[in-house]
């Protein structure tokens, strides 16, 4: 209970509980129509991200920055002094090179360690970074490379090398490219020898708060990618104001020194404003190249983060780990009933904490007690051990997982936001948590809700312009205003629920709304589900396509016995299978009004992935791609109905 004791003794220092304010405006009905926080950081005079590495340096030369990744296993210290000798060595590097100030520098590679040396070594020359996620096509990469300008691209390995010299071929003047695996790094070190310090000094001092930092693309999922246009000043109130809403709290209650794991992509706003925040609140990083548990389980228990920001995939993942866990040794009926002891239990230590009820009685302490020696502290191992808040962004984590986590001990905030917001636009403060929601406007930030529905934000987060597109800018930015695709609502205290995206909205031949959204987000979490696309859009009712997760599939046949490679057929006719999946149905339809639920699903082959196009690499479906691939089993649904 350590966290929630935390949260407790934070709750009587006024002076951390009250340091915001968020004020609401309402419609004459009563409804709250905007929402608006004040900053906790002013908006810089002078300078940019790019000091951030060299003041750490000045001011505490011997603090551990970062912790990079060995080859055995381990995490080799590098000392704010190490980390901006390294950045200079880099950046000096580039301007042998030829990146001139205001230049742009593409880099397409996985979360590592030389991301983040890049980054800041292609500020502090002058430059303007393009991230490209390392799983881009050659198409992406050429539109990418020929949009931006890029005149240099940063490449992870041989294959990412490949990809840009296929894609830019035909380009009259391609671009020149450093490969990471084939020493990117010590290249640059050694082109840069003859650069005097002096050079990068004077780039880094030109730059100022209003200079373009990066042009970070869109993940395309309604077309082709868009370039934001994003400024040192929109990073910095991005990263110093959610960096002082959070941090001296979990400093001060806690007593500990934080660190985080990242394995977010760095092509992503989110991991790249993460990192950013990290640097400015002398936060430990550590890397890790991927989301796939195979990957991230050894590293969160080798590294021990302190908190962790993920998507709820991630979540979804350690859940689905721990039944499987109890399944294999015969308790699989016991974790069911953990899971909903912990709703139950949180729900109540929640409504307490917020001062709407009288906690958890008896009978629910020790229920608790009893399934955290058996199951809620097996989930903190998972994630390390030391792991005590986390944040979770992309979409809606289901709310009954979220109180799944807080019931084990680590505390879950939700946030929401855009490429065109610097990341968060909204997250839930320390302590006002309300799961279901994802919070009220970041510091510095407002939220207003359009006549239609629509999520509109302002505030120094938001960007200036998409790159060499003004008809798009037009579209989306009035007044300072950002509109940004997705529909909500604000309730008393400022707090934002997603309801889903507008231009997904599905209108059945009954003339029903229906936000596929809500459905989807709740079918992923419970296995076996693994991808799924809600239809219904002029068809009599709502139905859906689903996929079934390897991993979920193979420890459900290991479970009963059955042969590891019975093929899908045989599976869709196995009614014990069909009713796991009505499960996850009846779930996501336990948030909608019968019109709006699920009346027919279809189980079908293949994943939706990055690799058949079907994902973005933040992992959203491309909905119009996903329904022209799967046509004729949309068309079954409503023939066959399964």
Known sequence: MGVRKDLKRARRRGTLADRTRTETVRDADGTV?????????????????????????????????????????????????????????????????????????????????????????????????VPVYATSSAEQVEWIVRDSGARHVLTETAANTATVREATAAHPEPPAVLELDAGALADLTALGREVPDEEVTKRRAALTPDTVATLCYTSGTTGRPKGCVLTHANLHAEAANTVELLHPIFREVTGETASTLLFLPLAHILGRTLQLACLLARIEIGHCPGIKPAELRPALKSFRPTFLVGV?????????????????????????????????????HLDRFLGRGKGPGPALWAGWALYDLLVYRRVRAELGGRLRYAISGGSPLDRDLNLFFYAAGVVVYEGYGLTETSAAATIVPPLGLRPGTVGPPVPGAAVRI????????????????????????AAALTDGWFATGDLGSLDADGYLTITGRKKDLLVTSGGKNVSPAVLEDRLRSRPPVGQCLVVGDNRPYV?????????????????????????????TGDERLRADVQRAVDHANAAV???????????????????????????????????????????ALYTTGR
């Open 593 to 635: 009004s019968r019109a709006e639920s699920i009346r027919a699903f279809r189980l079908v082959e293949g994943e939706f992935t990055e690799e058949n196009g079907l994902l973005t690499p933040s992992l959203k479906v491309r909905r119009h791609a996903a329904v022209a691939a799967y046509a004729e089993e949309i068309e």
């Open 543 to 571: 139905a859906a396509l689903i996929t079934l997760d390897p991993d979920a599939v193979a420890h459900w046949l290991a479970v009963r016995g059955l042969p590891a490679d019975t093929p899908l057929p045989e599976l």
């Open 312 to 348: 709820p995939y991630l979540f979804e993942k350690i859940h689905d780990t721990g039944r499987a866990t109890a399944e294999k040794i015969g308790r699989g009926a016991s974790f069911e009933r953990a899971h909903r002891l912990a709703v139950r239990f949180a729900a109540a």
């Open 33 to 129: 129509r905007e929402a608006r926080t004040a900053p906790l950081v002013p908006r810089p005079a002078t300078g940019s991200a790019a000091d951030l590495p060299f003041t750490n340096a000045a001011e505490a030369p011997d603090t551990v920055a970062l912790r990079r990744a060995t080859a055995d296993g381990g995490w080799r210290p590098v000392t704010s002094a190490a980390f901006a000798a390294e950045v200079t060595a880099a950046a000096k590097g580039l301007i042998a090179l030829g990146v001139e100030p205001g230049g742009r520098v593409a880099v397409m590679s996985r979360t590592r360690y030389e991301w983040t040396v890049l980054d800041f070594a292609i500020w502090a020359a002058g430059g303007q970074t």
């Open 450 to 473: 359009a006549a239609d529905g629509e999520v509109l934000v302002s505030g120094g987060i938001v960007f200036g312009s998409y790159w060499n597109n003004p008809e798009a800018t």
